[in-house]
């Protein structure tokens, strides 16, 4: 079984740069799919902010920017704002569930 | 406007059952996949159920397997969860969400969610 491991929590002061990793382990490995990352506002539905690996939907910022390297997918967040705190997670596919997985997620502070 | 809403979650005794929907509207419904994602109190996203565009391909989490059947009209653009059964782990904030490409079977991010409807299920 595929497993999505991100931290569960990073931190942040205003302005700066973070990372958030999402390691794939399983059989999502070698098999090339993508990672796909989300911001979960308190009280909010996901919002999708990186899809396949790199690209972001219209109205995403760039400050967020995704990429991806053999198993682990990273999301960057440059010139962080008080707005952006909230949990992240990431998705990928399993093909031996025929379905999405998703980390575990990560909770941003912004100090 | 691209939009999901989610109806039919409430407060259920276990074993006994709910049927959710999701109404769709602002984009070709017929064209798209989509899925029921849930979220227990303070947990993170677990899938649930998928139904191909056509509605032919169903595939479910193993938690809900035999329990759970999603189904699809497209003529109504609407979807639907039927939940039998049903047990305190089941007690979650359940999301519609669409893929973001059409006629995307897998492989492929959620770019519309729901606002989700909360299923309680206590004694």
């Known amino acids: 079984q595929s497993v999505l491991t991100q931290p569960p929590s990073v931190s942040g002061a205003p302005g700066q740069r973070v990372t958030i990793s999402c390691t794939v382990s399983?059989?999502?490995?070698?098999?090339?799919?993508?990672v796909h990352w989300y911001q979960q506002l308190p009280g909010s539905a996901p919002k999708l902010l990186i899809y396949a690996n790199i690209n972001r939907p219209s109205g995403v910022p760039d400050r967020f920017s995704g990429s991806k390297s053999g198993s682990s997918a990273s999301l960057a967040i440059t010139g962080l704002q008080a707005d952006d705190e909230a949990d992240y997670y990431c998705q990928s596919y399993d093909s031996s569930l025929s379905g999405p997985v998703f980390g575990g997620g990560t909770k941003l502070t912004v100090l | 406007e691209v939009l999901l809403v989610e109806s039919g979650g409430g407060l259920v005794q276990p074993g006994r059952s709910l049927r959710l929907s999701c109404a769709a509207s602002?984009?070709?419904?017929?064209?798209?996949?989509l899925h029921w994602v849930r979220q227990a109190p303070g947990k993170g996203l677990e899938r649930v159920a998928y139904i191909s565009s056509n509605g032919r391909h169903k595939v479910y989490a193993d938690s809900v397997k035999g329990r759970f059947t999603i189904s699809r009209d497209n003529a109504k653009n609407s979807m639907y969860l039927q939940m039998n059964s049903l047990r305190p782990e089941d007690t979650a904030l359940y999301f519609c969400?669409?893929?973001?490409?059409?006629?995307?079977?897998?492989?492929?991010?959620?770019?519309?969610w729901g606002q989700g409807t909360t299923v309680t299920v206590s004694s």
């Open positions: 969400a669409k893929y973001l490409r059409a006629f995307r079977e897998s492989d492929d991010g959620f770019d519309i």
């Open positions: 602002g984009f070709t419904f017929e064209e798209y996949a």
């Open positions: 399983g059989s999502i490995i070698g098999a090339g799919y993508d």
